[in-house]
Structures are given as structure tokens and as C-alpha cells.
């Protein structure tokens, strides 16, 4: 069974910090996988990505704040997020891909207003 279960969202101000968490299925655990986010009127992005053996890159746009890890032994992803601006205000989305498929979570609201 595929399973991608985002939680973690929250109202939050500027400068506040929050973590997301995945919950994904054992059949992921091998795989790369990514946090995107889709905000209000815009097409999703990409945001962090973790390869099976560790290795991390991120957007720009939210590097040096934002962090990804996973704990393979627990199926869990997190993105740590630090520093927060209104524009990272969009719904998150946990993504693995697996034997060239796309898998999505059902996303999480990330709200970051003053």
C-alpha cells in the first residue's frame, strides 16, 4: 500500500521556525525523495530533495534555512524550516518516485503571516 502522510502545518509568524513530517510507506525507503510546495495561484515547486544514501540539495530559495533528513529506520522525512517569510506561506507536499512514478502526499498548509 502507497502511503504518503504529510503533517506539521501550522499558522506561524515571520522569523518563527516549524518542522513537517512524512510518514511514508516501507517501499520508499531505498528511494529519493522531496518536499515540494504549491502556493495559492502558482505551480508547484521544488524544495528540498534526499537521496537513498543521504545526500541533500535545496532551492534557493530556501537554502540555509530549510533542512531535510529522514530517520529510514522509522519511514519518517522531516523539513525543518528556520527563519520563515511570508513568501513560504503554500501547501507542502511530501513526493518519492519510485520505478519512474510520482508519488504525492495529500500536502499540509504552511501559513507564515505577521
Known amino acids: 500500500q502507497v502511503k504518503l502522510v504529510e503533517s506539521g502545518g501550522d499558522s506561524v509568524h515571520p522569523g518563527e521556525s516549524l518542522t513537517l513530517t512524512c510518514v511514508f510507506g516501507?517501499?520508499?525507503?531505498?528511494?529519493?525523495m522531496s518536499w515540494y510546495r504549491q502556493a495559492p495561484g502558482k505551480q508547484r515547486e521544488f524544495v528540498a530533495r534526499?537521496?537513498?544514501?543521504?545526500?541533500?540539495n535545496y532551492a534557493d530559495s530556501v537554502k540555509g534555512r530549510f533542512t531535510i533528513s529522514r530517520e529510514p529506520a522509522r519511514n519518517i522525512m522531516y523539513l525543518q524550516m528556520n527563519a520563515l517569510k511570508t513568501e513560504d506561506t503554500a501547501v507542502y507536499y511530501c513526493?518519492?518516485?519510485?520505478?519512474?512514478?510520482?508519488?504525492w502526499g495529500q500536502g499540509t498548509q504552511v501559513t507564515v503571516s505577521s
Open positions: 534526499i537521496a537513498g544514501d543521504g545526500l541533500t
Open positions: 516501507s517501499q520508499f525507503k531505498l528511494n529519493d
Open positions: 513526493n518519492a518516485i519510485r520505478s519512474a512514478i510520482n508519488y
